[in-house]
């Protein structure tokens, strides 16, 4: 039995808002996902010399970037799942008003 | 092929270098063998040539592409935290305010995310300023020192025996120093590293021994600017890391278990209407908590060897 009134009311409120949570953020994660490909795809600031100061830099600068690259990975599965669970909030009160 | 001195171009100018050092040896104006500059300057070589300046461009042209991405999503974020807030906006509980504080810390993820990745587009702009310019430098130093050492045997005067050595620490410290905003706006490398007020003149003294001795001396001091440059950078990256592995607060949390369905945790009361549109008969909390067991079921089912099946899985079961 559908429990109408504002419950509905609000329910298709939250709809709008999962329109913006499921529709939005899965394609603000993929934009962010495609990034860490590249920024992955470090080789090396190498010349044909070698000073070790110079190797220690790019063995730095590596290493930052790949902890930030692991941050926004991690981002972005964690902006999926919000997506997933609100979706999932909103089937489960369809269900509770009688429209699932 | 950029505007700085190539490889090959280090290593012709070290070898003319030594060649005019050895003839002042060969035709007696060099009393000693001039063994120390022979075995060292093939050493200088190879720091002058230690970093690679067209490198340094792509890496930064590929982080900049990251950098900018990740602020376009910036705004594409607020405006979506902006649009679903209000639509949640009659919703209140544990739940319902952690959604929407979750999508203020994507917002601020972004923002936290582009300013990391500027910061790393400044050490590598710190580091292309110093490859290009201990390159110059050591070139600069070769050349006045076969000038010198042609002066030394034809004594002619009016041959230009300076060289220049720039300052690479303060050249890696002012570009680090400096804010990285602007380097969104993107632009030549060249044209983003500020050099020419680095630069430190040098001059190579009369006498055989002393051209040896000045190129030596200028060569060590080269040596000590790019490693200055060169630790500044890097001990700037290691702060950025250590800062970030610290920074846990922002997003990398999951969402507490009360917002999933699939969790008992799960309860009405964590998401529920707000103020007057709450429900008073018989109240919405068992009738969610009964829905919710049938729907974790039914979920648990479809995952179940069976229910794959049933679904046209034909290696379920």
């Given at each position: 039995?559908?429990?109408?009134?504002?419950?509905?009311?609000?329910?298709?409120?939250?709809?709008?808002?999962?329109?913006?949570?499921?529709?939005?953020?899965?394609?603000?994660?993929?934009?962010?996902?495609?990034?860490?490909?590249?920024?992955?795809?470090?080789?090396?600031?190498?010349?044909?010399?070698?000073?070790?100061?110079?190797?220690?830099?790019?063995?730095?600068?590596?290493?930052?970037?790949?902890?930030?690259?692991?941050?926004?990975?991690?981002?972005?599965?964690?902006?999926?799942?919000?997506a997933e669970a609100l979706r999932e909030i909103i089937a489960l009160y369809r269900r509770v008003d009688g429209q699932g | 092929m950029g505007n700085w001195v190539s490889d090959y171009d280090i290593h012709m100018v070290r070898q003319y270098m030594q060649d005019a050092v050895v003839m002042m040896f060969d035709e007696g104006w060099l009393a000693d063998w001039p063994g120390e500059l022979v075995?060292?300057?093939?050493?200088?070589?190879?720091?002058a040539n230690s970093l690679?300046?067209?490198?340094?461009?792509?890496?930064?042209?590929r982080t900049l592409l990251a950098a900018r991405t990740v602020g376009g999503n910036a705004e594409a974020v607020a405006k979506?935290?902006?649009?679903?807030?209000?639509?949640?906006a009659g919703w209140t509980g544990e739940a319902a305010t952690a959604f929407k504080e979750q999508l203020s810390k994507m917002?601020?993820?972004?923002?936290?995310?582009?300013?990391?990745?500027?910061?790393?587009?400044?050490?590598?702009?710190?580091?292309?300023?110093?490859?290009?310019?201990?390159?110059?430098?050591?070139?600069s130093l070769c050349l006045a020192t076969i000038e010198a050492a042609k002066h030394e045997m034809d004594e002619q005067d009016g041959r230009d025996?300076?060289?220049?050595?720039?300052?690479?620490?303060?050249?890696?410290?002012?570009?680090l120093n400096a804010s990285p905003l602007g380097l969104l706006s993107g632009g030549a490398l060249e044209t983003l590293v500020d050099v020419g007020?680095?630069?430190?003149?040098?001059?190579?003294?009369?006498?055989?021994?002393?051209?040896?001795?000045?190129?030596?001396?200028?060569?060590?001091?080269?040596?000590?600017?790019?490693?200055?440059?060169?630790?500044?950078?890097?001990?700037?990256?290691?702060?950025?890391e250590q800062r970030v592995l610290k920074d846990h607060a922002v997003l990398f949390?999951?969402?507490?278990?009360?917002?999933?369905?699939?969790?008992?945790?799960f309860r009405y009361e964590s998401f529920a209407l707000a103020g007057q549109d709450r429900p008073t008969a018989g109240g919405l909390a068992p009738r969610v908590a009964a829905e919710r067991d049938k729907y974790v079921n039914e979920k648990s089912d479809r995952d179940s060897p069976i229910g794959r099946r049933l679904d046209g899985d034909k290696g379920a079961i």
């Amino acid at each position: 039995m559908p429990v109408g009134g504002g419950f509905t009311a609000r329910l298709d409120e939250m709809e709008c808002a999962a329109k913006e949570v499921t529709g939005s953020i899965p394609v603000a994660a993929a934009l962010l996902r495609a990034p860490v490909a590249d920024l992955r795809e470090f080789n090396d600031l190498n010349g044909s010399g070698r000073f070790d100061p110079a190797y220690d830099v790019q063995t730095a600068y590596e290493s930052y970037v790949e902890v930030l690259a692991e941050r926004q990975a991690r981002a972005c599965d964690i902006m999926d799942d919000t997506a997933e669970a609100l979706r999932e909030i909103i089937a489960l009160y369809r269900r509770v008003d009688g429209q699932g | 092929m950029g505007n700085w001195v190539s490889d090959y171009d280090i290593h012709m100018v070290r070898q003319y270098m030594q060649d005019a050092v050895v003839m002042m040896f060969d035709e007696g104006w060099l009393a000693d063998w001039p063994g120390e500059l022979v075995d060292a300057s093939r050493r200088h070589a190879e720091m002058a040539n230690s970093l690679e300046p067209q490198k340094i461009i792509d890496e930064f042209d590929r982080t900049l592409l990251a950098a900018r991405t990740v602020g376009g999503n910036a705004e594409a974020v607020a405006k979506l935290r902006v649009a679903a807030s209000s639509h949640l906006a009659g919703w209140t509980g544990e739940a319902a305010t952690a959604f929407k504080e979750q999508l203020s810390k994507m917002e601020t993820f972004c923002d936290n995310q582009q300013a990391d990745l500027l910061n790393a587009l400044q050490a590598l702009l710190a580091a292309f300023g110093v490859a290009v310019e201990v390159r110059r430098s050591y070139h600069s130093l070769c050349l006045a020192t076969i000038e010198a050492a042609k002066h030394e045997m034809d004594e002619q005067d009016g041959r230009d025996t300076k060289f220049a050595v720039a300052l690479l620490g303060d050249l890696a410290k002012g570009v680090l120093n400096a804010s990285p905003l602007g380097l969104l706006s993107g632009g030549a490398l060249e044209t983003l590293v500020d050099v020419g007020t680095h630069v430190h003149e040098y001059l190579a003294e009369d006498g055989a021994d002393a051209v040896v001795a000045a190129y030596l001396r200028g060569a060590k001091q080269l040596e000590e600017e790019l490693r200055d440059g060169l630790l500044s950078i890097r001990s700037c990256l290691l702060d950025h890391e250590q800062r970030v592995l610290k920074d846990h607060a922002v997003l990398f949390q999951t969402l507490p278990s009360n917002c999933d369905v699939d969790s008992p945790d799960f309860r009405y009361e964590s998401f529920a209407l707000a103020g007057q549109d709450r429900p008073t008969a018989g109240g919405l909390a068992p009738r969610v908590a009964a829905e919710r067991d049938k729907y974790v079921n039914e979920k648990s089912d479809r995952d179940s060897p069976i229910g794959r099946r049933l679904d046209g899985d034909k290696g379920a079961i």
